[in-house]
């Protein structure tokens, strides 16, 4: 029975291969005697460059001819297939020619050795994560016949410094970059109809809709720039600070996320938006000021910036999202305007430092008991305005909290006004101050009172 049974699987398994035993149709050598591999292409019209799965994998030098002759029938190389060099850590240069047409999804995925790609003038298309973990490539020049990039084309290149884009790319994929701790520029050519570089930023910037879609650490956000673009510096591992200028409205979604190296964030005046994950898993983040023009604080938008120890939120915010503050395990106190009308589920949890929680809104709204940690429920000090008590320890919520307390003020410092040249103030709604008087102002997540 079990002889049956057996005989049975491999019937299958050789239904399944088929008479095809071989990963390729055809081999033929190159001018230099290297074996390339293909498979037949458009009604067998055109060969696509193959691996050999059962064989030796790409090494050195290999130059791609633009036709191949076989059985007396002359082929044009028109195509890269997917996964054609997949991880040949051993291939160290490759030349496309001028009849291929697509680099196709993980063309050369993990090739850690590669250090020289040329890519010939007709090349419209590079596929997803054609490049993906090529640690050995410093620098890449797309043709300007390419039109389309594909999603983590260049993920963790991480040796990878500058990338010029050909002016005739229209599309590019999410990531394209991401994990490439080295690239220091990034620039597209003249005369692009969709993208630009402008101002020696080193970025690419939609033209149309002044959105910067893909960052490097050296980028400078020119202040046209209205929108920072979802995942625009997403795994940018080098960055350390980032100004956003004046001009920027918006900061979607993904838009700096894990930026370990970020320590250092300003914001210019007219954001309105932080969108969902923006700043999440940036860890050197000590302290965020948000300026008062913003009126959302998006899912997730700072959550896991474990070194975040103060948070100034103005009397903007209108919402703050689900999990917007989760696990800022350094952050120790929050101040919450009155202009809050909705906090989402999760926003301070796991937030395990918070000692202190000021809330100023005068009629408290219900917050789901997952708001904060436990912690915070048995220890930490709920601050409220005056005559409110009563009201937090009937909300829902709120009145979870052990210990709440109304009308304090504390936790303030006295500052000389000679003391405030070279330090950058903000008003308690968010408002930097270059040259404050006497008051109260926010300085490094702290209140002050200027003398």
């Known amino acids: 029975m079990k002889k049956i049974q057996l005989t049975i699987l491999l019937s299958v398994l050789m239904s399944m291969v088929g008479t095809r035993t071989l990963a390729y149709d055809i081999a033929v050598a190159n001018d230099d005697e290297v074996i390339i591999y293909y498979d037949y292409i458009n009604n067998g019209t055109e060969l696509m460059v193959t691996c050999n799965n059962f064989g030796e994998k790409y090494a050195g030098t290999v130059n791609i001819p633009k036709e191949v002759t076989y059985n007396s029938t002359t082929y044009s190389v028109t195509s890269l297939g997917d996964e054609a060099f997949y991880d040949c850590s051993g291939l160290t240069s490759v030349t496309i020619p001028n009849s291929v047409t697509s680099i ?29 973990a090529c640690i050995s490539l410093t620098s890449f020049i797309i043709p300007n016949s390419v039109t389309s990039i594909g999603d983590e084309a260049f993920h963790a290149c991480t040796n990878l410094t500058s990338v010029t884009f050909g002016n005739s790319v229209t599309s590019i994929g999410d990531n394209v970059f991401s994990a490439c701790p080295s690239l220091t520029s990034i620039t597209v050519e003249s005369g692009n109809p969709k993208y630009d570089s402008r101002d020696n930023c080193n970025a690419i910037i939609e033209t149309e809709s002044n959105t910067l879609v893909l960052g490097c650490q050296n980028t400078n956000i020119p202040n046209s720039v209205i929108t920072i673009g979802e995942r625009a510096f997403y795994h940018c591992y080098g960055l350390a600070s ?59 938008a700072f959550s896991h910036c474990t070194g975040l120890t103060s948070v100034i939120i103005p009397n903007s915010v209108k919402s703050i999202g689900w999990y917007a503050f989760y696990h800022c395990t350094g952050l120790t106190s929050v101040i ?12 301070f949890a796991y937030c395990t430092s918070l000692t202190s929680i000021t809330s100023l809104i005068t009629e408290p709204f219900s917050i789901d008991n997952s708001t904060f940690p436990d912690n915070a429920y048995a220890s930490a000090t709920l601050k409220v305005p005056e005559g409110t008590i009563a009201k937090y320890k ?17 936790g303030i410092l006295n500052v000389n006004r000679e003391a ?7 008003t308690l709604d968010g408002r930097e101050v270059g040259h404050p008087t006497k008051g109260i102002y926010i300085l490094n997540g702290k209140k002050v009172v200027v003398k």
Do not use: H
């Open 104 to 132: 196709g999804d993980k063309a050369f995925w993990y090739c850690t050795g590669l250090t020289s790609v040329s890519i010939g003038n007709s090349v419209t298309s590079i596929g997803f994560e054609a490049f993906f």
């Open 242 to 300: 980032v100004t956003i200028p004046n001009g920027v409205k918006n900061i979607e979604a993904y838009a700096f996320k894990d930026c370990p190296s970020l320590v250092s964030v300003s914001m210019g005046s007219s954001i309105t938006k932080i969108g969902t994950y923006a700043f999440s898993g940036c860890k050197g983040i000590t302290s965020v000021t948000i300026p008062n023009s913003v009126t959302n604080i998006g899912q997730d």
């Open 336 to 347: 919450i305007p009155n202009s809050v009308t909705s906090i989402g589920d999760y926003a």
């Open 394 to 410: 009937a909300a829902d919520g709120w009145k979870d909290f052990t210990n709440i307390v109304e009308g304090e003020l504390t």
């Open 420 to 426: 405030t040249a070279n330090n950058r103030y903000y």
